[in-house]
Each structure stands twice: as structure tokens, then as C-alpha cells.
């Protein structure tokens, strides 16, 4: 099965997007402004209004989901790497937050951090059901190591339209550094040794 086939498994509506170019927060003009991006897929979902146990059809081809995230929201970036990411979603009110979380488990995670040039670190995720409108906080954390406290991060996605009842809002983000002005301490980035936490 190919990617393609496997992301047409998934009744897409639209593709959204948000990014933010901050360049300073208060303190001095950064030196390299910080650069965050969401993505997210409005799909619709499957199981809405009524509870299904197996929800294999949404995870199994989860993967191409991933992949085609990741590599919309790396290239947000400008050709700048990847330094910190997060996941999540949201479902329409006749869904259940259990079918966001079964798009974005480790076949999902594990595609979206190849996409995105790989890391070492588990990837930081939310989860809700909303109504239209609603907004996604996704978090953020350095892809090496979690306790890189500098990089704990949120941006916010929303669309007026989505998700519908019926529908799922899978979304994933990412970040080129550190918060501005981080001054809270924590593990640096140089400090990182190999086989960060997953």
C-alpha cells in the first residue's frame, strides 16, 4: 500500500494551518526570531454517534496521516530544522475524544517524527471533542529530551467551520528553539546525551 492509498483511507475536507514569527516577547529583539507551526486535517470520523470497539480503521493507516503533517509543517518553517513538536486533535460533538487519540498514536507519532527530521524524545500530545470553532492548545517540547524546559511551548489552532459533528481535526506543530527569553533553567539543549525519553 502506498502513502497515497493510505491517507485516501481517511474522507479528507481540508487541510488548515497557522504559523507565528515571534520576534521578541517583552525582553530584547531575538537574535533569530522563533518560528512555530501548526497544521491540522479536518476528517470526517468514522464512528461518530455511535460506540465502536475496535478503532484499528483510524490508527492502522494512521502513518501516511503523520507523514503528510509533518511534511506540510517542516516546510511552514522556511528550511529552518525542527526543534520541538507536539500532536493532538479534537472531535466533533458525536465523536469521542477515544477517536482522536486512536489517529494519533505511535504510527502516527513515529511517521510525523521522520517527516520532520527525526528525534529522541516522546511526543507531547492533547485531546478533546468541541463543538465548531473550537480552539486546539497543542503542546510543545524539545524533540531530544522532554525536560528541555526552554522549549515547553504551545500554539493554538482553530477554524470557524470544524470540526463538525461529525467529523475529526487531527493536527500536529512544531518550533524552530526555545520560548523568547527563557530564564527558568532546566536542561540545555548542549547538555543532552543520546536516547532522550520516549
Known sequence: MTDTDAISNYAIRKYISAVEEILHDGGDQLAEPLVKAT??????????????EDLSPLTTPSAALGQE????????LGGRPVAAYGKGGMAGVDGEQEHVVACITTV????FRDAVGGGEA???STSKVTSAGGALDIPLAHKDAL???????TITLSTPDAPRPAELLIAVA???????????????PADIQGGGLR
Not at 147 to 153: A, F, G, L, M, T
Open 108 to 111: 502516527f507519532g513515529d511517521a
Open 174 to 188: 512544531v518550533s524552530t528553539g526555545p520560548r523568547p527569553h527563557h530564564r527558568v533553567g532546566g536542561l540545555a
Open 39 to 52: 497544521v491540522g486535517v479536518v476528517i470526517a470520523n468514522p464512528f461518530a454517534g455511535r460506540f465502536v
Open 69 to 76: 503533517l509533518g511534511r506540510r509543517a517542516a516546510a511552514l
Open 122 to 124: 516522546w511526543i507531547s
Open 147 to 153: 525536560y528541555v524546559r526552554s522549549h515547553y511551548d
